[in-house]
């Protein structure tokens, strides 16, 4: 057989061919490597970015606890919101929808441009809020229409509302949208939650975290565009804790609305044995809804501008001077420091020191008095000539021990400290060295002295419960096991004898025909008080104007007259409420402060809201 | 693997219908079964469990284009060497009609609509380039193959169809046309340095146009490039590669599991029924099942190689490297792209995306390649006729 070119042909063909076998199977290694490296190696990291890619958590927001009074009222509830939701992919015709809607519901013109907003910023299959709030009928209006209303739909979430308004406004605060700070403070994911609102102010911030609960998830799967295809897993949130206060709604009804006829006013009542908050107003006061909507730049401007701050709790951050209630703090502190109650003061009407002149409020003179009488009659001289006998110090120290000058400690945002004087003090904050004059008038409730209501109601209970050192809470503790008694309250340095001295001053100030408050008194059998009064003077009454005669509360402007406060307990004999009323700018205690006080100290045991609890009965040891 | 029994070179070529069937290659018509069917699983998978619309319609096709198979496998080489040159002709003129007339689909003319079908004719170049080659090839002697001068038609028979598939603009199936002319040019023994100095001129050349401002645009700089590297352009084909990896890496050793794949089911993966097909698979059924797939592919490639090999015709011989080279291009390329090895051009996976051209094309190649292997032992002389060469 001849050679053939073809054999050669052949050859060539066979070796190219193995050849370039070894090059395709260098290549299909190299494939099965990289399945190998992105598969096996890198496995975990694009398992976690498909997972990212298509599972998406969506926070389930919990609902709110609710805050009831002592009785069990709702205070802050939760109503639910009925929305009408718009789907722009499910109608054809947006703007037909949306007109046929606003049929049935009207929708402004700053509604739509909002709705459009959101349309053109969504994904078309995003449901984006038409309406909120909507009422029953509008509801059932929407729902019998739906099948002519593509896209829309009702979606029910919850609202927080007041059933009090402003009569709880400023105990419970209010919620709104969290802002940048809140964001920043905060990082429960829970808040960057559309429509979330958060504890602003009172209650609702002091108690935000058991309030608020924990979110829950859910995982829900979703493709490239986003649009959900199922939910792969649902964990349930835990929803916020209830909270009980020891508020009676009823009574803080009725003190609020008593106190409302007064430009600016703060009262309290408190149980003085276990420190049980029953009622606690300021007024004026506000509409806490208004903040839930979220308040408009004018409404705003008209509450943070008013003169009489609408905004402020005056029962714990308006710091007043105490005027004469503040004698029965330095009655106490004179007794601590060895001074009987029968040290007596002869009353000419003023008291002189060095070349400077006192003057007693009693420009006749209240002629011999002892420490009761001197209480009684709110003698100014007694408590001149006392609070020189022992000093600044001393008046500072039995003042502080009552719970003055330092916060209370009431679990209420906003609260002030007030203040108590002392040489040290006026060094640190002043500068300056104390003069002896200071004394007496810082004695008597005046100068540098500052106090809040709370502070002063605080003081009057430990009076009244014989010494413990209560301390103000607005929670009311569920179980009956767990209430605090008296007992909890630690015993002060304070002998019965000293407090009894001050209790019997201030029976005769409401009950005896000479008190200061004696027009004020309870003539109802078993529920007497007993009280003390102070006008706090917030101006200097020069000589030229005690020459000319001091001009009447009524003929000054408001700013310029005296604070009316008033501090009661009742029932006298048996007393168990504690009570401060503060008239901002109200003239004299006995004539302004004292009749509220009365009133609502009636109110209060008519309501006896410490004995009808029903956690209470049995469980709460009295004091003997 | 038998090749069918062996009979006498004078039997060969008297073959009876009988004799054809018998020689059929099986193992390969049984691993063509066996990608087929991975597709119509993963066309089933893309349309979240249905048949409709991908799968059944693939199947119709595949049942067509596997009757045609059998039937190219019967026609003997000399009659199919007759038909070479005028439907290399036919092809050129389709693709000349498709770059002026053509359905524009991915951003490239590449569809011919002819109402009933939609043809692709840079697919059927495919197959026409590698019968033409193998014609002319078949017509030199090993030594006119050393003369340079007899290198100028071939390289113009490449270049043609490549310039006018490089227009529309498929830039994967010019550089599937010419690597698959390569391999035959090499497989004929067109000597080492020829391509040698060929690349350094295309280098020179693409190296100069890149420098000379008067030729290359700034602009058209630009869009070559993001064409060159299509990752570069994030919001395209940059975010697919991305998903197509992470499609890839997530199904992990043993897969996501058939009609499991988040990425595919979820809209995450694109052309997840075309180009990136292997991405779904190899999500759902992972490293193992990727594994399988090319070895299948692998096999089915040495198959073709080895029937090549024991050729006695040059025509056949380079015709069955040549469709094997090209089935081997197509999944390289293909799976090297959704890996993200290479950039994303544009070439399916044979046998399994879904495609009809692509499909026939492929088949009728196999069924070329049986032809091959059928009529192995047929003698063809250098100029078609002439039995003793």
Not at chain 1, 78 to 94: G, I
Not at chain 1, 308 to 324: D, E
Not at chain 2, 112 to 132: A, C, N, R
Request: hydrophobic share 45%; with cysteine; net charge neutral.
């Amino acid at each position: 057989m001849r050679k053939l070119p073809n054999r050669t042909q052949s050859r060539v063909f066979n070796r190219r061919a193995a050849l370039m076998g070894l090059g395709q199977a260098g290549l299909t290694l190299a494939l099965a490597g990289r399945l190998y490296y992105l598969q096996v190696l890198q496995a975990d990291k694009y398992k976690l970015l498909a997972d990212e890619n298509r599972i998406n958590l969506r926070l389930l927001p919990p609902s709110r606890g609710l805050i009831y009074d002592r009785f069990g009222l709702p205070l802050a509830d939760n109503y639910p919101n009925y929305r009408a939701m718009l789907v722009a992919e499910q109608t054809e015709d947006l703007a037909a929808t949306l007109a046929d809607f606003a049929e049935i519901v009207p929708i402004t013109e700053r509604e739509r441009a909002k709705i459009m907003k959101e349309l053109s910023r969504n994904r078309p299959f995003t449901p984006i809020p038409v309406k909120e709030d909507l009422d029953w009928e509008q509801v059932s209006r929407v729902e019998i229409n739906l099948p002519d209303l593509p896209g829309i739909s009702i979606e029910v979430d919850q609202k927080r509302v007041y059933p009090f308004g402003g009569i709880s406004a400023h105990l419970l605060g209010y919620v709104a949208a969290p802002n940048e700070k809140d964001l920043e403070s905060d990082n429960d994911p829970l808040l960057s939650l559309p429509g979330i609102r958060i504890g602003k102010n009172g209650l609702e911030r002091q108690y935000e975290s058991p309030l608020r609960g924990q979110a829950g998830q859910s995982e829900l799967e979703v493709n490239s565009v986003g649009r959900v295809i199922r939910e792969l897993a649902r964990e349930e949130g835990t929803p916020g804790k209830d909270l009980v206060t020891s508020l009676d709604i009823g009574l803080q009804q009725f003190v609020q609305q008593r106190i409302s006829a007064e430009f600016s006013a703060a009262a309290v009542i408190m149980d003085i044995y276990n420190g049980d908050i029953f009622a606690m107003a300021s007024t004026p006061t506000f509409d806490p809804s208004a903040f839930y909507r979220g308040l408009t730049a004018g409404e705003w401007q008209q509450l943070t501008s008013d003169e009489y701050r609408p905004l402020t709790n005056k029962a714990i951050a308006g710091q007043f001077a105490p005027g004469s209630t503040f004698k029965i703090a330095t009655a106490i502190a004179a007794q601590k420091v060895g001074v009987s109650p029968s040290f007596s003061v002869f009353c000419p009407g003023f008291y002189q020191l060095g070349n400077m002149r006192f003057h007693c409020w009693r420009k006749q003179g209240h002629g011999h008095l002892d420490m009761p009488g001197a209480l009684q009659n709110s003698c100014d001289v007694y408590f001149y000539e006392l609070s020189r006998t022992i000093g600044i110090d001393a008046i500072s120290a039995g003042a502080k021990e009552l719970g003055l000058g330092d916060y209370a400690g009431l679990d209420l945002p906003g609260e002030k400290p007030g203040v108590i004087p002392s040489r040290a003090w006026k060094k640190s904050t002043l500068g300056q060295s104390w003069h002896p004059g200071e004394t007496l008038i810082n004695g008597i409730g005046q100068g540098f002295v500052l106090a809040t209501p709370l502070q002063l109601c605080m003081m009057t209970a430990r009076v009244a419960n014989g010494g413990y050192a209560v301390k103000p809470h607005l929670f009311k503790a569920a179980e009956p096991a767990s209430v605090e008694g008296p007992s909890a309250f630690p015993k002060m340095d304070l002998d019965q004898n000293w407090l009894d001295v001050v209790k019997e001053g201030m029976d005769r100030v409401c009950n005896v025909p000479r008190g200061t408050a004696y027009n004020a008194r309870i003539p109802i059998p078993g529920m007497e008080m007993a009280g003390k009064t102070g006008s706090a003077q917030v101006r200097r009454i020069t000589m030229a104007e005690r020459a000319t005669g001091v001009r009447k509360n009524e003929d000054l402007p408001w700013k310029q007259r005296d604070h009316a406060l008033f501090v009661a307990f009742a029932p006298v004999h048996e007393p168990r409420y504690a009570c401060c009323v503060t008239v901002e700018h109200g003239g004299g205690g006995a004539a302004n402060a004292a009749p509220i006080a009365r009133d609502i100290m009636i109110e209060t045991q008519r309501r006896d809201p410490a004995r009808r609890n029903p956690n209470n009965e049995g469980g709460r040891r009295e004091m003997p | 693997m038998g090749l069918g029994p062996q009979l006498g070179v004078s039997a060969r070529n008297r073959m009876t219908w009988r004799d054809k069937v018998a020689q059929m290659s099986w193992p390969m018509v049984f691993l063509i079964g066996c990608i087929a069917s991975i597709g119509f699983a993963m066309l089933y998978s893309a349309a979240h469990g249905s048949a409709d619309p991908w799968m059944d319609r693939q199947a119709a096709r595949f049942a067509v284009g596997l009757a045609m198979m059998f039937a190219v496998a019967m026609i003997d080489l000399k009659t199919l060497m007759r038909f070479v040159y005028p439907a290399y002709l036919v092809s050129i003129l389709l693709l000349v009609w498709v770059d002026f007339a053509g359905e524009v689909g991915m951003g490239a003319q590449r569809w011919i609509d002819l109402g009933v079908v939609q043809l692709q004719p840079s697919e059927i170049m495919k197959i026409t380039l590698v019968m033409t080659l193998a014609r002319y090839f078949h017509g030199l002697s090993y030594e006119d193959v050393g003369r340079p001068l007899s290198l100028v038609v071939p390289t113009l028979l490449v270049l043609i169809p490549a310039a006018l598939v490089l227009k529309q603009p498929d830039l994967g199936t010019a550089g599937m046309l010419m690597m698959v002319a390569a391999a035959m040019f090499i497989a004929v023994g067109v000597r080492w340095w020829k391509f040698g100095l060929v690349v350094a001129m295309g280098i020179g050349i693409a190296y100069y146009a890149w420098n000379s401002p008067d030729i290359l645009h700034d602009y058209q700089k630009a869009r070559i490039m993001t064409f060159m590297d299509p990752e570069s352009d994030l919001q395209g084909t940059g975010y697919h590669i991305t998903q197509s990896k992470i499609a890839l890496g997530s199904g992990g050793v043993w897969g996501k599991g058939f009609l499991q794949g988040t990425q595919s089911h979820l809209d995450f993966l694109p052309e997840r029924q075309t180009d990136f097909i292997f991405t779904m698979y190899a999500e759902e059924f992972g490293m193992v099942g990727g594994l399988v797939l090319l070895g299948l592919y692998v096999l089915l490639v040495a198959y073709g190689v080895v029937i090549a090999i024991r050729c006695k015709s040059q025509f056949g011989r380079l015709l069955a490297y040549g469709l094997s080279f090209n089935l081997f291009c197509y999944f390289f390329i293909n799976t090297a792209m959704v890996m993200g090895l290479i950039p994303v051009v544009g070439v399916p996976l044979p046998l399994i995306s879904y495609g009809g051209t692509v499909l026939m094309t492929v088949l009728i190649g196999f069924g070329l390649v049986m032809s091959v292997n059928i009529h192995r032992d047929q003698r063809i002389g250098r100029r078609l006729g002439n039995e003793d060469a």
